[in-house]
């Protein structure tokens, strides 16, 4: 059967998209600087890579990293952080100055559903770009480790990019929260719960509890509600 | 029966222990234009801001096509143009990409009603909106209001920044389209010269109270400047002859509601000799002055 969508459907997918470019105006060039910075340490680890192993031999190298824990990649290590904390300013910052944020509050489109639109767009940005860098990154590990090494480097990274998920999410919250105390709150939250999940001293030491880190994200995701919520209402 | 579009009723509101204003009632008719004046600091911006739920009220309330302002739609909300105080929108976005992203927000979109606004001023349509002066600002937050073809329109400070040529072409294009398409409109602003032509009714209010409410033409007819000389100090009350009086060493301005006898009666009632007592023509904005007071 041939399903046809309704009119009032079709206009709320337009609305969507003229928001979906209206976040994409305010983080091409974020997306763009972050992917040439991302690559340029792939670039540099690959060199680095090459250079150790021409030097000490495949062996030597590589049970350097497996007994020592070796960390070959660290370059990438506070990039998803730096990356979340751009993305998040760069999206909500303009919305904030001038009180900005009333414009979207007049949008004939439920603020709530258009905040977590912003955020899933901006969490999308993110993920594409560290989706991006960890493909460059197997691609590298795959040129020079075994298999286990290359998975073990992946595992490690994860907590790295699940931090630039938190961080933005946080930063975002931030933003809009219209509350300094509030806003003090969530960025003491915030920084402590990154500030853990990059201070690993083993590969993939975080495998275990990486699932109640998501939760947080999860958890994180929808809280701008509330400040958004007391924002739209006028709180100060 | 009068089809209202806003209604405010009994509408009070306080910044902590400051009262903005006490029990503000007004409505706006369908298809008028209705001014809602006042110095700065008065509560213009503040009822715009609980008229749009952006502030809930400490009480009362106001409606708009029937629905509490801090409950609005978004079916209603794509009825209303709004123009915030400074003109504020997008910077990020170029001329043709605000219009763009606009367009699919609202049914009835015209983008010719924009795109004729952005010719006349001879505006790139490549043109940042940041890199603009808020005369050029105020024209396409103008345009896409009036492409957004609403019922509906609240022009909140439309004059903030903008010098008297773009207040002008402001006024002019405004006019224009409302006399066209009949919308309903809600102008606030302190400057009150352009407005002479363009205000059905108005409301103007003070420092907790309101000053006035009548229809704008009415007030330019009925409101009069009297000024004399007097030896001394002259300490007259307000009351229903006496709006606003004002001095510069012994020269006096009486503003009044009332006609030229009936207010040198009212002097000689209370026995106050009074020289060269005379009416004054006044402008529009000397009677808004004249009203809202000069401090």
């Known amino acids: 059967m041939l399903l046809l969508a309704s009119p009032e459907s079709i206009e709320e997918e337009n609305m969507y998209r003229s928001l979906f470019q209206k976040e994409w105006i305010k983080l091409r060039w974020a997306f763009l600087a972050f992917l040439v910075i991302g690559y340029a340490a792939l670039f540099s680890i690959a060199s680095d890579l090459h250079y150790g192993i021409k030097m000490h031999g495949a062996v030597k190298y590589w049970s350097n990293v497996i007994t020592y824990h070796s960390n070959y990649f660290s370059l990438l290590k506070s990039l998803p952080v730096l990356g979340g904390i751009a993305i998040a300013l760069l999206q909500f910052v303009p919305e904030s100055i001038n009180r900005r944020y009333r414009l979207f509050f007049h949008l004939p489109i439920n603020e709530q559903k258009i905040l977590l639109f912003m955020l899933w767009v901006g969490t999308g940005i993110t993920l594409v770009i560290d989706g991006l860098i960890l493909i460059g990154l197997y691609a590298i590990a795959t040129l020079f480790f075994p298999a286990e090494i290359v998975t073990i480097s992946l595992l490690t990274t994860l907590p790295w990019f699940l931090a630039g998920i938190i961080t933005y999410l946080g930063v975002s919250t931030l933003a809009i929260e219209p509350s300094w105390v509030q806003k003090i709150a969530i960025g003491v939250t915030t920084y402590f719960t990154f500030d853990l999940l990059l201070s690993e001293r083993n590969f993939a030491q975080y495998n275990d509890v990486l699932v109640y880190y998501l939760l947080i994200t999860l958890i994180l995701g929808i809280i701008i509600l509330y400040p958004g919520h007391r924002l739209r209402k006028g709180s100060k | ?295």
């Not at chain 2, 001014?35 to 009822?47: D, I, Q, S, V």
Request: proline fraction near 1%.
């Open chain 2, 1 to 295: 029966m009068k089809n209202y579009i806003i209604e405010c009723k009994n509408l009070t509101h306080k910044y902590g222990d400051y009262l903005v204003y006490n029990d503000l009632n007004f409505k706006v008719e369908k298809g008028k234009i209705f001014g809602l004046l006042g110095k700065n600091g008065m509560g213009k911006t503040t009822t715009i801001n609980i008229m749009m739920g952006f502030l809930r009220p400490t009480s009362g309330s106001i409606k708009i096509f029937g629905e509490d302002s801090h409950r609005i739609s978004p079916q209603t909300r794509a009825r209303i143009g709004l123009l915030h105080e400074g003109h504020v929108t997008y910077e990020f976005f170029n001329v043709e990409q605000v219009e763009r992203f606009y367009s699919r927000f609202y049914p009835k979109w015209k983008r010719e009603y924009y795109y004729d606004l952005m010719d006349k001023m001879g505006m790139n349509y490549d043109h940042k909106i940041s890199k603009m002066s808020c005369g050029q600002r105020s024209q396409v937050v103008l345009g896409l209001i009036l492409a957004q073809v609403p019922d509906l329109m609240i022009l909140d400070d439309y004059s903030m920044g903008l010098d008297a040529g773009y207040r002008r072409l402001f006024i002019d294009y405004l006019k224009n389209y409302v006399e066209k398409m009949e919308t309903t409109v809600l102008i606030t602003s302190h400057i009150i010269q352009d407005l002479e032509k363009l205000i059905d009714d108005t409301i103007i209010i003070g420092r907790n109270k309101v000053l006035l409410q009548m229809n704008f033409q009415e007030f330019l007819q009925k409101f009069h400047q009297y000024d004399f000389d007097f030896q001394g100090k002259l300490d007259l009350t307000l009351d229903d002859t006496v709006s606003n009086l004002e001095s510069i060493n012994n020269h006096y301005s009486l503003f009044s509601f009332k006609g030229k006898d009936e207010v040198l009666q009212y002097l000689n009632s209370k026995n106050l000799q009074v020289e060269g007592f005379k009416e004054i023509n006044m402008s529009l904005e000397d009677a808004f002055i004249g009203l809202t007071g000069k401090y």
